[in-house]
């Protein structure tokens, strides 16, 4: 066996998602183990459709395991997600590859760039740089330039190249085994104007054609496409931040500047701009816009407003706790029989056995309820609350994948 590991949201599962699957493989991967982000993202949204279609999507596609990388980390900054999700593979104790994409391609420049994030010096002049006012992927990018030179600055022009140079960063952190792999990732990339390049469309391209009514189904595989056609005849495709805005102001509202200030990346002053704009504004998108500046990014602002939703505090940035799975596909239990000799981590798909397992875990498996819950509230059609913990396990028969 040669288990691989791929990071991935699947918001929705698309074409270029199936090309690094199919890449890995070719690459000697004999197994996929997809480690993705629940029912928010790291965009600071909620995703398209709950986790467990995702899931389900993902295996009928390719991958033969699903779990899920906890909501702390998947809604974080590209470090901290990266640190959380490296962990949480790396807890199988048997995956010995981790595939990402990339828009650079070159495994070598993407260590060059992980070296230049860890230097000292790139440290101190971030630093230097964020407190003269500029945002923090600004500083990176022109401290880059001033100490290493236009090509390693270069890398972090897309957030392809910047996550897969965090992931890199964690593997060395953490003194991984798993070997990294990118592939070059193919059509349109994340900030493409076009959304489509080469008949292959970015994610949030076919998020916003989806709910928009227009045609998809060139950029899907068939099963996702499928689930994606079905969830919005159910009523389960999320309205995103506008279906959630009254409890975003309501949550916010009820909240002192103390509980701001303990809230993850709300320092030098984001915080006290969140308080106060919550108090006038109608919207989320207002509330964004008043609390942003030049210093302060719309995605930062996104991510704290949404970690106080989701009752995520500074301290919940805890190593991994455990392994949560959402769905076996056709040789998923191949990887799970290895596992279980070898995990490092407690396993299972049951939320309320991890949750009794310890109390960083409980505190894990809490957040991840309470994010399902408040995820529903966007929903169409809005489920009864407690679903994580009631939630079978989807197992992909063969009969299906076939079809």
Known sequence: MNICGIIAEYNPFHKGH??????????????????????FVQRAEPAVMDKFARARVAVSCGADLVCELPVQYATASAERFALGAVQTLMGFGCIDMLAFGSKSGSLKNLEQAADVMNSPEMHSRIKTLSEGGLNYAAARERAARELFGKSAAEIFDSPDNILATEY????????????????????????????????????????????????????????SYEALTKARQLGEISGGWPALERVLLAKLRSMSREDFARLPDSGGGLGDRLFRAAAGAKSAGELFTLAKTKRYTMARVRRVALAALLEIDCGDFFPAPYIRILAVGEKGGEILKRAKSEATLPLSESLKKLEDSGWDRAR??????????????????????GRDYTQKLYILQAQEQDG
């Open 168 to 223: 890199i960063r964690a593997l060395k952190k953490l003194a991984c085994p798993m070997k990294p792999f990118t592939a070059e990732r193919i059509g349109a990339s994340h900030d493409d104007e076009s959304g489509v390049k080469e008949g292959v469309a970015c994610a949030s391209f076919i998020r916003e054609s989806f709910r928009a009514g227009l045609p998809v189904e060139d950029y899907l595989p068939p099963p």
């Open 364 to 385: 894990s498996a809490r957040l991840s309820a309470l994010a399902s819950d408040i995820f529903s509230l966007s929903l169409p059609e809005i489920p009864p609350k």
């Open 18 to 39: 199936a090309y690094l699957i199919e890449t890995a493989r070719a690459a000697s991967a004999t197994h996929i183990v997809a480690a993705m982000s629940g029912d």
